[in-house]
């Protein structure tokens, strides 16, 4: 175990340290998207990853991205799932003391329950909201909401809480040290599980992938179609009669039902990525190795 550690770390030293003590703007694995301050005390912006539709079948999944003090005011909303990205982060229900939220950790939300959520005071925090976007409150529903004051902000414990104990990662997510061996990869990979299939959002269960540089995978293809986000690194994906595409973090990959594909690193660069599959279903038929088309060193 602890030599497949040893390699594991040398395979993926490239990587940056996304939760390293000072989280600043370039540390940030997801780009930030729009701007939506006004919602907010403080700066928000809000990335969309997946818009909810029929094919995939996956909730509305954003990124959201707090700048140090920022946080929302007291609401309620479809139920949720949060997902840490980056950064510390702070969550509280009404009527509960408040949780602190660093990278990789999961926060299920029931519908109609009221809460805020937001950034330690010197901290930024990225997280991923995967959610119910149709959900509408009962008329007759009664719930706390209204803004967080700035003197409530301040008593909260977990704002100062120093970020001297965060982890610090050569990975956006966690995975397991021991190489993943299969004859449809020409490499070893690295498999780690972000989210799990019993969670509030009623999402597939979110499967992480790390690539060494060079390494890929066959033409395949997903009977329920698979959707990949890139995180990490630079990587590769081709749909069978496309062109390659070149990923980076925060793009993401639609493979429809039945349609052949496959992905990697790069020649020389790391890559890892999030898998999803529609309805949980793994079900995938393997073909060649696409030797052609995969990029010379």
Not at 16 to 41: C, M, N, Y
Not at 85 to 92: C, L, N, R
Not at 192 to 205: C, F, R, V, W
Request: charged fraction near 20%; aromatic fraction near 12%; charge should be negative.
């Amino acid at each position: 175990m602890l030599k497949g550690m040893i390699v594991f770390m040398l395979m993926f030293s490239l990587f940056s340290t996304a939760q390293a003590k000072e989280v600043g703007k370039e540390d940030l694995p997801f780009p930030l998207g729009a701007d939506i301050s006004d919602r907010f005390t403080g700066t928000v912006h809000r990335n969309d990853l997946i818009a909810a539709d029929d094919v995939y079948q996956v909730p509305q999944t954003n990124v959201i991205t707090f700048e140090p003090g920022s946080y929302s005011g007291w609401h309620v909303h479809g139920a949720m799932t949060v997902i840490g990205v980056a950064g510390e982060g702070i969550y509280q229900e009404w009527g509960k003391e408040a949780v602190f939220i660093r990278p990789g950790d999961v926060v299920n939300i029931p519908a109609g329950v009221s809460h805020f959520h937001g950034a330690t005071a010197d901290s930024r925090f990225q997280q991923i909201v995967i959610y119910d976007k149709y959900w509408k409150a009962d008329s007759g529903d009664k719930v706390h909401t209204g803004a967080v004051s700035i003197e409530e902000y301040k008593k909260i414990p977990f704002v100062a809480k120093s970020k001297a104990t965060e982890k610090n990662k050569e990975l956006t997510f966690n995975c397991n040290p021991a190489p993943f061996q299969s004859p449809n990869f020409n490499k070893p990979v690295y498999l780690g599980k972000i989210l799990e299939k019993s969670n509030a959002a009623d999402s597939p269960e979110w499967v992480y992938v790390a690539f060494p540089k060079g390494a890929y995978n066959r033409w395949h293809s997903h009977k329920t179609g698979q959707i990949l986000i890139a995180t990490d690194g630079v990587g590769l994906h081709q749909i069978k009669g496309g062109k390659l595409e070149v990923l980076h973090p925060g793009d993401v990959v639609f493979c429809p039902p039945g349609v052949v594909h496959w992905h990697g690193a790069a020649p020389e660069s790391s890559f890892a990525h999030i898998a999803i599959n529609p309805e949980d279903n793994h079900e995938v038929t393997w073909y060649d190795f696409p030797a052609d088309e995969y990029p010379a060193s």
